[in-house]
């Protein structure tokens, strides 16, 4: 028993260095990433670190919550760079690649805080009623909307609570609504995948996926309402709510 | 000025050296092409032996078996793999075509030499590249081989010219341009001029300085070097602080081939952007000869004469564009011309014997300027800092556009994007990049489109617009044709004269500053474009 201690106190350093930033919770050392980030980083990722699609540049708010990355993670991705990608390794001092990691964490989007108490197995049912048709959690429900079982991890209360209430204020890529009319004259609602010149990509309302080329359709509308029904209080209560997002949240 | 004596002294002084060469070409029917060959530019349809098919820069080539009314039979004959990639850059090459054989650079510095009637390669290199590259890491790239006789000429991510033996691919030698831990790189396909090996420099973004180069391409002797940013006390150094600091790390890369008048004994080259990119509080003044078009006397590498297109750039509007030229009827009279559609959204007319500015106007809804004062010098509206101008990646970019003869037109790749500059102290490290501030691009508000213009007044007379801004580049062939690729893949065939598209097919993979070239096969006329990790090669039915 006594050997135990010992060895934890020999080892742990050791297993700090591979998993936590030394430099974690200094608030100057995410101050100077920042710099560092803007003059070295922001021209492939932007300035708010949420990347740049037309170049393959990821948002790097998003990668600890998305993707699961430890700090030594991303400081061996920023050291070595992606091979095959634009990320090119960097020579940084270690302590200036962990002020970048703290700049990350800093800017990593917190998720909802401060979550009020709720019923979450009144959740549970109110989200299979209204919400399970379009959206997912942890592999049950639709694809029409995004998933969310992450979402609380992902998006502040503020923003989700507007989501719900107000769902064409935001819409994410990939859930753009379109419309439009085939060639044999059916019409089809859904949201828009990717598209190009010639063609575009959808799922329909139904989530279906679909494949059209414009020249034979005989319209193409891009409405501004999302699909999402809005969910104002008369049809889902502040409560209710709280509900659905601590079912959300338990995930 | 040259005077113009020199000038004709050296043109009849060419013609005697080729034919010189062109005698012992004959005694040995296996050697490659000539100065002269090169210098006849089309003249050999089975024949693509520089960047742009020829020295002016139009790439626009005489076939015309692939016609408006046939073009939607095209289909691939093969797919080469290079198995190398640029994830979020692109396959930019242009590949050189001589006796069946195609000459191909991609992605991390490898080569191949290629049988063009099977897709199949005779020989591959790939360059052992150091784990430590600066600029080259980040932009992975090449887009193209020079040639000479037997001898093929590639730059490469750690800044060195090398010559190979176009029949084995054994390397010949290699010479450093600059030390690339500083941060410079070389990704241009090598221009051969008689007996000399033209290259440029990448690495704006670090603390570099930028040159054009002159090479003998058989004993691999640099014969000069031209600086991009003076020295103290030297002629444009009265556009920069007094201080040699900054003046030997003021960017000024010439990263994007340039082009040549065999007549006038020219050479025309872009120059990038000033460095810090965004932040200009150290570097007041015009930052000579940043974002300018130089005309070079290539014997002797001297400046004679220059354009600055953006003075005193913030934005990372790069210059280094494909200089077109052309001889047109300019009111009445006839003149030599070079065109260039800028970063910064606008076309640009010059006058290419003395470099006076005929046209220059917006061919984006930029708002960093929309007209060019008397003075030819820009009346800015918006340096970025408030809001919407051209993201650093421009207007259009490298990606060459095209100018069609008779129609008159100037056909490229616009891009239509919404940028906010951001600029902060730099920390002017060598080794690493050395933006001087950020930007903040509105992805929502990008788009792109083919536009084609009248080099005459500038206006828009069609255009094709894409989803997303574009980084395809532009082919044009006698027989009223348009090729262009965009962001989302498609390759694309268009009626010159009034953009209607008449094919596409979709390679799988952006095609991103890569433009097409073509060449007949077997009495076939065959059409390349570089895309992804692909090669791919299309005719019409046999």
Request: some cysteine.
């Amino acid at each position: 028993m006594a050997l135990l201690p010992m060895l934890l106190l020999v080892s742990s350093p050791a297993l700090l260095a591979q998993t936590v930033n030394p430099l974690e919770g200094d608030p100057r050392a995410a101050f100077a990433g920042g710099a560092l980030f803007r003059a070295q980083c922001a021209t492939c990722h932007g300035a708010d670190a949420k990347g740049i699609s037309s170049i393959d540049a990821p948002d790097l708010t998003l990668m600890w919550s998305q993707r699961q990355l430890s700090a030594q993670d991303v400081f061996d991705t920023i050291r070595n760079g992606i091979a095959g990608s634009i990320m090119p390794p960097h020579d940084f001092t270690d302590t200036e690649i962990w002020m970048l990691v703290s700049h990350l964490q800093n800017v990593a989007v917190a998720g909802v805080i401060g979550l009020p108490d709720g019923d979450a197995a009144n959740g549970q049912r109110l989200f299979a009623r209204h919400c399970a048709e379009c959206h997912r959690v942890r592999g049950e429900g639709g694809s029409l909307g995004p998933d969310l079982s992450t979402i609380t991890a992902r998006r502040s209360l503020e923003s989700l609570l507007i989501s719900v209430r107000d769902p064409s204020a935001l819409i994410a890529p990939g859930y753009k609504p379109l419309t439009v009319i085939t060639g044999s004259g059916e019409t089809v609602q859904g949201v828009l995948k990717s598209e190009d010149a010639f063609s575009l990509q959808m799922m329909d309302s139904n989530q279906r996926l679909r494949g059209f080329r414009k020249q034979q359709l005989r319209s193409l509308e891009r409405p501004q309402q999302s699909l999402m029904p809005v969910f104002s209080e008369s049809l889902l209560g502040q409560q209710e709510l709280i509900d659905i997002l601590n079912f959300l949240d338990r995930n | 000025m040259k005077h113009i004596l020199d000038r004709l002294y050296k043109v009849s002084r060419n013609a005697v050296c080729a034919s010189v060469l062109m005698v012992s070409a004959a005694a040995s029917a296996q050697s490659g092409p000539d100065y002269d060959d090169i210098l006849a530019g089309f003249a050999d349809p089975e024949r693509w032996l520089t960047y742009s098919g020829d020295y002016s820069g139009k790439r626009h080539s005489p076939l015309t078996q692939i016609t408006p009314d046939n073009v939607d039979q095209l289909r691939p004959v093969w797919t080469f793999q290079t198995g190398t990639t640029t994830r979020g850059r692109g396959f930019e090459t242009t590949p050189l075509a001589d006796d069946g054989i195609l000459y191909v650079t991609g992605s991390n510095n490898y080569a191949w030499a290629i049988d063009a009637r099977s897709g199949r390669a005779f020989w591959s290199y790939r360059r052992n590249l150091p784990s430590d590259l600066t600029y080259g890491a980040s932009a992975p790239v090449n887009r193209g081989f020079g040639m000479l006789g037997d001898r093929l000429f590639m730059v490469t991510l750690d800044a060195h010219l090398m010559a190979f033996d176009r029949r084995s691919g054994d390397v010949l030698w290699e010479r450093e341009l600059a030390d690339y831990q500083v941060g410079y790189s070389a990704t241009l396909a090598p221009l051969v001029l008689d007996n000399k090996v033209i290259v440029g420099i990448s690495g704006g973004e670090y603390r570099t300085r930028g040159f054009i180069d002159a090479f003998d391409p058989v004993s691999g002797e640099r014969l000069w070097r031209f600086n991009t940013i003076p020295g103290p006390g030297e002629p444009g150094s009265e556009t920069w602080p007094d201080d040699p600091e900054i003046l030997a790390s003021g960017g000024g890369g010439t990263w994007m081939n340039g082009s040549y008048d065999p007549e006038l004994d020219l050479l025309y080259w872009g120059v990038g952007n000033p460095n810090p990119d965004y932040y200009g509080d150290l570097r007041p003044g015009d930052n000579l000869y940043s974002n300018s078009l130089v005309a070079l006397d290539p014997d002797t590498g001297e400046l004679q004469w220059h354009y600055q297109f953006t003075p005193h750039d913030l934005n990372d509007w790069d210059s280094n564009h494909m200089p077109v030229l052309a001889d047109i009827d300019w009111k009445g009279e006839p003149r030599k011309v070079v065109m260039v559609g800028n970063r910064n959204g606008f076309f640009y007319v010059l006058d290419r014997v003395t470099g006076e500015l005929l046209l220059g106007k917006p061919f984006t809804a930029t708002t960093w300027a929309r007209e060019i004062g008397e003075d030819g010098r820009p009346i800015v509206l918006n340096d970025g800092s408030q809001g919407c101008v051209p993201d650093p990646w421009g207007s259009t970019n490298f990606m060459p556009p095209t100018f069609y003869p008779g129609l008159d037109l100037f056909i490229l790749t616009a891009r239509e994007t919404c940028a906010t500059f951001i600029p902060e102290v730099p920390a002017n490290t060598p080794g690493q990049s050395n933006f001087g501030g950020t930007v903040h691009i509105d992805a929502e508000q990008g788009s792109g489109a083919l536009r084609a213009l009248d080099v005459h007044t500038g206006e828009l007379v069609w255009e094709f617009t894409y989803p997303s801004p574009t980084f395809g580049g532009v082919l044009s062939t006698a027989s009223g044709l348009v090729f262009a690729g965009d962001h989302e893949g498609n390759f694309m065939a268009f009626n010159a004269e009034t953009g209607e598209n008449l094919w596409h097919y979709q390679t799988g993979s952006r095609i991103w500053g890569a433009a097409a070239m073509t060449f007949m096969l077997d009495g076939r006329q065959m059409v390349l474009i570089a895309s992804g990790t692909t090669l791919t090669a299309f005719a019409l039915p046999e």
